[in-house]
């Protein structure tokens, strides 16, 4: 006699759906893991990849940032050499002016202008008496009084910084709007 024998039938049948369901249960809960599993791997590599393509972004934009600040230093640098430049002008010409007005203030040089001797000119109320203890031949000159010659030098000094000054801000205004 065999155990199967032993057992009733309603018990057989009762014990072969509870093993039925048992086997059905367990190949659907391989299945969900099998799936789990499946889908893990899809999830792992997806994340790998999205990984891979946002450090190449930002590989990207660090060297597009380092280009751009490259370019910002190379500008600086020629901006402070092109200062540079307009300052020794600038300073030049300050010293220039200063030599000059202190050559008029102790009389080394005297400013002078020329006259016009033509009788149209001076509507015949002014004569111009050529000085005769000089023997530099030419157009009739008038000396100018030191004080006036100082305000002349004052003027064309402050014209002389004033250009000095816009050429300064021409060359800044090129620098920065040509690209290179």
């Given at each position: 006699?065999?155990?199967?024998?032993?057992?009733?039938?309603?018990?057989?049948?009762?014990?072969?759906?509870?093993?039925l369901?048992?086997l059905?249960g367990?190949?659907?809960?391989l299945?969900?893991?099998?799936?789990?599993?499946?889908?893990?791997?899809?999830l792992?590599?997806?994340?790998?990849?999205q990984?891979?393509a946002?450090?190449?972004?930002?590989?990207?934009?660090?060297?597009?940032?380092?280009?751009?600040?490259?370019?910002r230093?190379?500008?600086?640098q020629?901006?402070?050499?092109?200062?540079?430049?307009?300052?020794?002008v600038?300073?030049?010409?300050?010293?220039?002016q200063?030599?000059?007005?202190?050559?008029?203030?102790t009389?080394?040089?005297?400013?002078?202008v020329?006259?016009?001797?033509?009788?149209?000119?001076?509507g015949?109320a002014v004569?111009a008496?050529?000085s005769?203890?000089g023997v530099?031949?030419?157009?009739?000159?008038a000396?100018?009084d030191?004080?006036?010659a100082?305000?002349?030098?004052?003027?064309?000094?402050?014209?002389?910084?004033?250009?000095i000054?816009?050429?300064?801000?021409?060359?800044?205004?090129?620098?920065?709007?040509?690209?290179?």
């Open positions: 006699m065999r155990l199967v024998d032993l057992i009733p039938a309603p018990y057989r049948l009762l014990a072969i759906g509870l093993l369901s048992a059905a367990g190949s659907a809960a299945a969900w893991q099998v799936q789990d599993w499946r889908y893990s791997l899809r792992e590599q997806q994340a790998r990849l990984t891979e946002l450090n190449r972004q930002m590989l990207a934009a660090a060297t597009l940032q380092q280009a751009e600040q490259d370019k230093l190379v500008l600086e020629r901006l402070s050499a092109s200062e540079q430049t307009h300052y020794r600038l300073s030049d010409a300050q010293r220039d200063g030599r000059l007005r202190d050559r008029l203030a009389a080394d040089l005297r400013l002078s020329l006259l016009d001797t033509t009788p149209s000119a001076s015949g004569s008496n050529p005769t203890s530099v031949h030419g157009p009739t000159r000396q100018l030191p004080a006036h100082q305000r002349i030098i004052g003027i064309t000094d402050a014209g002389d910084q004033g250009l000054a816009l050429a300064a801000c021409q060359a800044y205004a090129k620098e920065i709007s040509t690209p290179k």
